[in-house]
């Protein structure tokens, strides 16, 4: 384990062959092949930037702001051109976000934002998570889909069908949003490789009592599992003591 950025980090993607980092406090952090830092580009605080993505149609970047209930169109400079509310409801609520969302995957000129709701009321216990789907060029939310899920993070493209984690519920979902995978731990951090195994990573689950009564067996490791979809086989990789959470992986392979 090689230490490359200290500090709150919740994106990571590869995009036109660069490493992008998105960090709470170096903002987005451009890497190369050789993972050395080669540009960063301050994001205004508070807003707790997680997935960004890159709209090949558009030529823009699109980044998901947690904390801000919205997403931003970035240039080429990674400048903000634009901003996609995902609600009217961060305003009703006073500057409060209420669909938490995440990850973010750019495809066919449509951005696809993971939340923990698509109605946006996860804090009053309604968790209809799923996606919510942004028209980047006219920079419209165009649709909602509830996939039911329970705090879904990590969306990406996989021999061109969406996948995403169920993460409370140890899920990837795939060939039309279905069980591929399952697994007793908070799944969260997610990426395919060349050889067709997926890296999926659980974190220390801190919502555990949802799942009472529901899984026989909750795990509270931090750890990175080498997954087979097509054998429905694992191995698990643990993580430190000092990785207290895995919020976005990419592989190099």
């Known amino acids: 384990i090689t230490k490359i950025i200290e500090g709150p980090t919740h994106g990571v993607c590869e995009i036109n062959k660069n490493i992008f980092v ?14 050395l830092i080669t540009k960063k580009k301050k994001i205004t605080k508070g807003l707790r930037p997680h997935g960004i993505s890159y709209s090949h ?28 509310m995902l609600s009217d409801l961060f305003e009703k609520f006073r500057g409060s976000a209420q669909h938490h969302c995440n990850d973010i995957f750019c495809k066919n000129g449509l951005a696809y934002v993971s939340t923990f ?16 789907i942004i028209d980047i060029e006219s920079r419209k939310v165009i649709d909602r889909v509830n996939l039911g899920c329970l705090m879904p993070h990590n969306i990406c ?24 995978g399952e697994f007793n731990g908070f799944t969260r951090g997610f990426s395919t490789t060349n050889s067709g195994v997926f890296l999926v990573g659980q974190s220390k689950n801190r919502n555990f009592s949802k799942l009472q009564g529901k899984s026989g067996n909750i795990s509270l490791d931090n750890s990175v599992l080498v997954f087979d979809p097509s054998l429905k086989i694992s191995r698990t990789i643990l993580m430190p ?7 976005s992986i990419h592989s190099l392979i």
């Open 57 to 84: 149609r558009d030529e823009v970047y699109v980044l998901a702001c947690s904390f801000g209930d919205c997403v931003f169109i970035l240039n080429a400079d990674l400048e903000e051109i634009g901003k996609v």
């Open 241 to 247: 003591n000092g990785i207290s959470e895995i919020h």
């Open 157 to 180: 493209s996989y021999e061109d069908e969406l996948l995403i984690l169920d993460s409370l519920n140890g899920r990837i979902l795939g060939n039309g949003f279905q069980t591929i």
């Open 117 to 132: 709701s698509v109605t946006g009321h996860w804090k009053e216990g309604i968790f209809d998570g799923g996606v919510i």
């Open 22 to 35: 998105v960090t709470e406090d170096l903002g987005i952090c451009v890497l190369n092949e050789e993972l």
